[in-house]
């Protein structure tokens, strides 16, 4: 796994959604960029896939004490290697950002409030 610092663009509903009074279009985020799991690993270790985006949602609040500002964790999720994967984000607390949903695109992407 590894994670970057991101941003993503809030339509007013969204902000809505999350109780953002917020007068910017863009809010910072901690962005999942690489999420991969070994097939034997998957088999062995039930929830490991769940266990890392709960540790990546702590790396995330825990940066944001030190050094870095993110409200919202993120993720690109590649349909089209897997359609599934939309589940197991979901299962996880993400929802997609409607401001970057195309049904053109190979990924969706996605987001979790860090402090809900």
Known sequence: MSL???AIKSSFTEKELHNLNYPFKTIPAMKIAKLAVDETALAR???IGSFMLKAAEEKAVSCNDDYCAARFLTVDADIEHDEGVLIFYEK???ISNSE???KNRKTISM??????
């Open 92 to 94: 996880n607390g993400f």
């Open 100 to 102: 970057l949903y195309n």
């Open 111 to 116: 987001r979790k409030d860090l402090y809900r």
């Open 4 to 6: 970057i610092m991101d």
């Open 45 to 47: 270790y039930k929830g």
